[in-house]
């Protein structure tokens, strides 16, 4: 039957495969002639020469975070935001409530908090309110502005402000904010467990009056750990708790006191947004804003089509083949983050709800740790998976913090031989001639490492550290695993699983820089498992009142940054950038912290975005 | 007849309960849990810990079932745990997309089957039914993923015809004409892709039932009365051998599910395969059990619907 | 035929009208077949390529990640180009394949195992037991199998190749256990079994020396083709992350990358030779399925 037709179909089709991989390589040969005609050695050299000529390395430091403006403003207009996520956002959209950036993302452009910060973090005294620290730092006296109303009129009241902590101190709160930053305020515990009506540490003075008296004085109430953002009670005041978050105030038609309100919603999809006239800071200069989710795959085609004008976040990955956009400007920050690698010392008792450290752990030699950081090469990864993007990191408090990230501790460099010379001191050593070292008691060693899954660069990035630890000597096993695995197997639920010595994660860090709720002894997070009296002292120090002395607590963080270089119970691998391509008509923008450039002076040149050529 | 839908109907339930409870104790095997994902060192473990307890997923898996069943029953398929809001509407708004695009495959599968499949049947052992037959030879061995990655590289990037992802350009207002057009364009890529894949068996059968009517001694007398050949054909064969392919139309749907996880992922776009797939990472138990039970409902429903057809075309086949 | 619902792939229905006539009609059906023993030639060259080449190949090599090398387009030192890793893309095409044949081997042997029991017992002993293993395979052939692997694959800790099989066998063996049932029940009827029944042979006799053979024609069929089903299904689900661990190379994890639209526009090489060997595989298989098909049909048995 169908016998010389399908071989001839076979072949034709063979022939387009091949007619396609053809054209796919006449489009190629442009950029790689010289690496293809090159042999083995030039090859790599001239690979290097054409990344360079498309700009191939790139640098935070390259990157403004304010918009370079070109040219004049015109009277309104209205702009994209392209939210970038792929999955739809919850809707839950109310700062009280909600627990998803992309619901965060939205918020932004209608509410806001009433304090806000400078580029340190600390709280400032010309945002919606201003405020005033008693002798002992424990009383905090709030002053809202006489013109901050909510977008429907009402006055934004000091009864609003306490309203948001009754609301978030509520048994029935099904909200994810309740935390230490509210039991350190006084009578919050035993208004939280019923056992009083209300709040005593909070008083309403007058109308547009507060204060608030914590237990515990500490920096920390100055960088963000004061809950600023109000509740109104003339919409949810009669509400049951339990309902609010599900109510349509929240979801359907929010309320804020931002720069714009919002107009109507498509759950998951969009939210259209007008100004509001009556904004505190004064009118907004644009008309309106539209915000949409955009997947990750179509941000670029978003970008160059003008069918967003700003994004959330971009894909730091996609940037290399990007960089080149003509209708955009790149503004960079550096990400308040970075990865790091954990060794795990010990277990979760979750009875005391604290760490408990196995002094026989694996990982339990401080040389072993410090070998395997010195071990990997984080510059030449972040050069070559990021392009310049993600950098050495160097200690755990990353340079987002400037005041705090202390720039002259290095870390531990990377420097193989030290590592081998660490490994041979303390007694780890091959004994029985396979390659790779055995304990100092002589039994194989064998560590397990474990890695997430997400995106294209996680596993070769993982594999790359099992490699370069096997340089110096070291059996180490990777598994890759999807996130939810992964942090329950490291002890997200607090029961950690044994088999796990070694694992790479992530840390997203407040705008406060105490580092307890990672590190304490105290704290779930602490998945290294790790306790050191010197580092409970550090943190307790970096949090007292002392501490309210800026270079009293730089010194205490300096301190610290050095004990964890020097302990390793996890060490930090990379530091991030964030990028954010801006389309040219866009005016007055900024990204990051105390920039002082506010949403209601963004602006136009042009009344439909600019396309890439 | 009615008493074969009420028998078949009687022996879905059960099965859609056993199938429940598979997928809700799979989901509670599954490591970690919708509030995992909050993991930040601003929220109070505490915090989650509490929120776990409101939400119920503490509860040991057969009271949480109870639970939902009871939700179920009555139509509400419960809150998603991540977007918080209905799963029924979460799942409205991708379900109409995914029906979209079955549909469209539906027709364009039929639109390329009957006439290769007639044209192939009528012609047989002429150059233009070995074409015929090497091209379902081909569409026999590809996997749908592979043929339709290759169709999104070539239609999609290389020649920019088509947009490579969503279901509607964004910015267009529903109920426009242009937004009609719209979702028509994107949905057109992702449904020839999985047309002509799934369409070969179809061409097959077609033919050879073709092959077979034709032989038949209905047939010889017809055209030994001298009626025209398009006659015979468009009265007598056609009849005989489309009626089938009309029933396996139920049986296509049972297909278009397995598909459309696929297609919805390369073409990146929104519907219930795609929903499917992000509600198992994102541990979305709620939502990733409705749509189980749905798409179980849909192949249930689709192979009903074909027997009863089939048992309306040929009395012969009777089932049980 | 029909489409294999959950994989996108087809599975034909084998239902060979004659009984089977011995392994040397379908040799030399499949000799005088062209198509078939060119497609023959060309997997068992594949197969022995890859085997050969993989035993030659260092896995740890090819799965190095090279920090100098990314994204390398084809060249003398790469032949077709390297990964986000640094890594060789034929090596891991070569070791891929394997991994992929490995697996398509071993879940069709065992769902073939599985559904060969089943399918004899239940038709020949009929009745309760043909009954009740019926309505088994009846609730399974309904399932969303792909959406149930996939939740099954992301439930089962400490996942690895060994479970991914076991978990991909045990949604599989229905479609042959179906089509045995009810050729062992044709069977059954025939004057040989009745025969070897009077005379006292024991029913496990009977089912395994007797049906058995004379069904193997029609299992080697099934299970060609189920071979070709199989590999597509697992490459399907490496393609959406739910197949081999990510750490294992796989045809379908290397066309996954195509996932990423930068890697699909412009980096063709890390996902279009895995997309064409699976394509080709898939074709050869099922073209040797089809000869051998044809060659049990006396109808369509070409001389």
Not at chain 1, 569 to 595: C, E, M
Not at chain 3, 155 to 179: C, D, E, H, Q
Not at chain 3, 186 to 195: G, I, M, R, S, T
Not at chain 3, 271 to 279: D, E, G, Q, T, V
């Amino acid at each position: 039957m169908a016998k010389n037709n399908w071989s001839k179909f076979l072949f034709l089709l063979m022939l387009s495969f091949v007619l396609i991989l053809a054209a796919c390589s006449g489009n190629e040969g442009t950029s790689t002639e010289g690496n293809t005609s090159t042999e083995e050695g030039g090859g790599k050299e001239a690979d290097e020469g054409t990344k360079l000529e498309n700009g191939g390395m790139y640098s935070i430091e390259d990157f403004n975070n304010v918009k370079t403006n070109n040219g004049e403003a015109i009277e309104g207009g209205n702009i994209t935001f392209g939210l970038v996520s792929d999955t739809v956002f919850e809707g839950t959209l109310n700062w009280n409530f909600y627990s998803g950036d992309p619901d965060a993302q939205i918020l932004n452009w209608f509410d806001e908090g009433l304090l806000t910060w400078d580029e340190n973090y600390v709280y400032t005294n010309d945002g919606a309110a201003t405020y005033e620290v008693s002798e002992d730092g424990r009383t905090f006296t709030f002053k809202i502005g006489d013109n901050v109303n909510w977008h429907d009129g009402k006055p934004v009241t000091a009864e609003d402000w306490q309203f948001a902590h009754e609301v978030i101190g509520h048994p029935d709160y099904d909200g994810p904010r309740y935390n230490s930053d509210f039991t350190n305020i006084e009578g919050m515990e035993d208004y939280h467990s019923g056992k009083a009506d209300t709040i005593s540490g909070i008083e309403v003075i007058d109308e547009k009056t507060l204060s608030i008296t914590y237990i515990e004085s500490t920096p920390s109430l100055l960088t963000g750990s004061i809950w600023s953002y109000p509740l109104a009670k003339h919409i949810f005041g009669e509400m049951a708790v339990a309902d609010i978050s599900s109510s349509p105030e929240v979801r359907e038609k929010p309320i804020g006191f931002g720069p714009f309100k919002v107009e109507s919603i498509v759950p998951g999809e969009s939210v259209t947004l007008v100004k509001n006239e009556d904004y505190w800071r004064g009118e907004p200069k644009l008309d309106g804003v539209t915000v949409k989710v955009i997947s990750s795959s179509t941000v670029v085609q978003e970008l160059k089509t003008g069918g967003v004008d700003l994004i959330s976040d971009f894909p730091v990955d996609q940037f290399p083949d990007n960089a080149e956009m003509s209708n955009v400007e790149y503004l960079g920050a550096v990400d308040r983050a970075y990865t790091y690698i954990g060794f795990k010392l010990g277990t979760w008792d979750a009875e005391n709800n604290r760490v408990s450290p196995n002094p026989d752990a694996k990982m339990g030699d401080v040389a072993l740790r410090q070998a395997m950081w010195h071990a990997v090469d984080n510059k030449t990864v972040g050069e070559r998976f990021y392009n310049g993007l993600r950098w050495n990191a160097t200690t755990l408090i990353p340079p987002s913090h400037p005041e705090f990230h202390d720039e002259n501790n290095k870390g531990r460099e990377f420097d193989p031989e030290a590592a081998k010379k660490l490994l041979d001191d303390a007694g780890y050593e091959d004994t029985d001639g396979d390659g790779f070292r055995e304990t100092p008691e002589g039994e194989p060693l064998e560590i397990n490492f474990i890695s997430m899954t997400g995106g294209d660069i996680a596993e070769p990035l993982a594999r790359y550290y099992v490699q370069a630890w096997e340089t110096i000597g070291l059996k180490v096993n990777l598994e890759m695993l999807e996130f939810n695995t992964f942090y329950d197997r490291v002890g997200n639920g607090g029961k950690d699983d044994p088999k796990v010595d070694v694992y790479q994660a992530a840390w997203g860090v407040g705008i406060d820089v105490d580092p307890s709720g990672l590190y304490g002894a105290d704290a779930l997070y602490n998945f290294a498992r790790w306790e050191n009296e010197e580092n409970e002292r550090l943190l307790k120090e970096g949090r007292s009142e002392k501490a309210f002395d800026l270079a009293y607590r730089q010194e205490i963080y300096n301190e610290w940054q050095q004990l964890m270089v020097d302990e390793v119970p996890v060490f930090p691998t990379l530091y991030r950038a964030t990028l954010s391509p801006v389309n040219n008509r866009v005016l007055n923008f900024a990204i990051g912290d105390g920039t002082g450039v506010y949403l209601n002076e963004l602006a136009v040149s042009e009344e439909s975005p600019i396309k890439a050529e | 007849m009615w008493k074969l839908i009420v028998r078949r109907t009687f022996l879905t339930i059960p099965q859609i309960i056993i199938l429940s409870v598979l997928v809700f104790i799979l989901a509670q095997a599954m490591p970690g849990d919708a509030l995992t994902g909050l993991i930040d060192p601003s929220i109070d473990p505490a915090t989650i810990e509490a929120m776990r307890e409101r939400l119920g997923l503490n509860n040991p898996w057969y009271v949480q079932y109870i639970d939902w069943i009871k939700g179920v029953a009555q139509g509400d398929f419960g809150q998603s745990f991540r977007f918080k809001m209905p799963v029924s509407e979460l799942i409205g708004g991708r379900i109409i997309n995914t029906l979209w695009l079955s549909l469209a495959t539906l027709v364009l599968t039929y639109l390329i089957a009957i006439p290769l499949g007639i044209t192939s049947g009528r012609f047989n052992d002429t150059w233009l039914d070995r074409a015929i037959t090497g091209y379902t030879y081909v569409g026999f061995a590809a996997p749908l993923f592979i043929f339709a990655l290759v169709m999104l590289f070539i239609f999609g990037f290389q020649l920019s015809w088509f947009p490579t992802s969503g279901s509607v350009a964004p910015g267009t207002e529903p109920g426009t004409f242009a937004y009609f057009m719209s979702k028509l364009y994107h949905l057109l890529l992702p449904a020839l892709s999985m047309a002509l894949i799934t369409t070969v068996s179809t061409v097959q059968y077609l033919r050879s039932e073709i092959i077979d009517t034709k032989q038949k001694d209905f047939i010889v007398t017809a055209r030994a009365k001298g009626a025209s050949e398009s006659r015979v054909y468009n009265r007598h064969v056609l009849r005989n051998s489309l009626l089938p392919i009309a029933a396996f139309f139920g049986y296509e749907i049972t297909g278009l599910i397995g598909g459309t996880i696929f297609i919805e992922n390369i073409f990146g776009y929104p519907g219930m395969g795609e929903l499917f797939l992000s509600s198992i990472s994102l541990r979305d138990y709620s939502v990733m059990t409705a749509l189980v039970l749905l798409f179980g409902l849909a192949a249930i429903i689709g192979a009903l619907l074909s027997d009863i057809i089939l048992s309306l075309v040929d009395p012969r086949i009777r089932i049980k | 035929m029909r489409i294999d619902k959950d994989s996108g792939t087809q599975i034909p229905d084998v239902d060979l009208g004659k009984s089977p006539s011995g392994f040397s009609i379908l040799l030399r059906e499949l000799i005088r077949d062209k198509v078939a023993f060119v497609s023959l030639l060309f997997l068992f060259l594949i197969i022995a390529g890859v085997f050969g080449a993989s035993i030659i190949m260092d896995q740890n090599d090819i799965v190095k990640v090279d920090l100098f090398a990314l994204y390398e387009p084809p060249s003398a030192t790469y032949w077709l180009g390297t990964d986000y890793g640094g890594r060789d893309i034929f090596g891991q095409l070569i070791i891929g394949t394997r991994n992929s044949l490995a697996i398509g081997i071993l879940v069709t042997l065992l769902t073939g195992i599985i559904g060969i029991l089943v399918g004899l017992i239940s038709g020949y002993y009929g009745g309760t037991i043909d009954n009740i293993f019926m309505r088994f395979v009846d609730f399974f052939m309904v399932l969303p199998i792909l959406m149930i692997v996939i939740a099954f694959v992301t439930a089962v800790p400490g996942y690895s190749i060994v479970s991914f099989s076991l978990i991909m066998t045990a949604f599989l063996w229905m479609g042959i256990a179906r089509l045995i049932r009810s050729k062992a029940l044709q069977e059954k009827e025939l004057d040989y079994v009745k025969a070897s029944k009077t005379l006292g042979t024991s029913n496990f006799k009977i089912m395994f020396f007797q049906v058995l053979p004379n069904l193997s024609s029609i299992i080697i069929v099934t299970m060609t083709l189920n071979l070709a089903g199989n590999i597509g299904i697992e490459s399907g689900l490496s393609f959406l992350g739910f197949g081999f661990p990510e750490s294992t190379p796989s045809l379908g994890t290397l066309i996954s990358y195509a996932r990423n639209p930068q890697t699909l526009e412009l980096r063709w090489w890390i996902w279009l030779p895995a997309s064409i060997l699976i394509f080709v595989l898939m074709l050869s298989i099922n073209n040797v399925g089809q000869a051998l098909k044809r060659a049990t049909d006396a109808r369509q048995r070409r001389g």
